[in-house]
Nanobody
């Protein structure tokens, strides 16, 4: 099995900064992508940013220029640095990873337990 453990998050004032971290462990052969999604109250989970092992780093237009994602595919960790936070960034943030555990099998998507980010004065 694979586990994703997140850290970071909390309460921050508008305009402030926060960082989230996530570490994957367990039965890991290959990690092809690591990144972040978020879910605000009453809304569906939405993509925030990710980094692929090949180097691509797609990011949602709503956070471009404010958030930055990075991943270490040797340590199997990812982080999300969030600057210029807005109240609309308030959500539960989930770490995501696509991981292959065995040769010849399709990769699976794994999720962290979620960490709350609240932007409020």
């Amino acid at each position: 099995q694979v586990q994703l453990v997140e850290s970071g998050g909390g309460l921050v004032q508008p305009g402030g900064s926060l960082s989230l971290s996530c570490s994957a462990s367990g039965s890991i052969l290959v990690v092809s992508v690591m990144g972040w999604y978020r879910q605000a109250p009453g809304k569906s989970r939405e993509f925030v940013a990710s980094q692929w092992s090949g180097g691509n780093t797609p990011i949602a237009p709503s956070v471009r220029g404010r958030f930055a994602v990075s991943a270490d595919f040797v340590k199997n960790t990812t982080s999300l640095k969030m600057n210029a936070l807005k109240p609309e960034d308030t959500a539960v943030y989930y770490c995501h990873a696509r991981i292959s555990s065995e040769w010849g099998t399709a990769p699976s998507d794994y999720w962290g337990q979620g960490t709350q980010v609240t932007v409020s004065s």
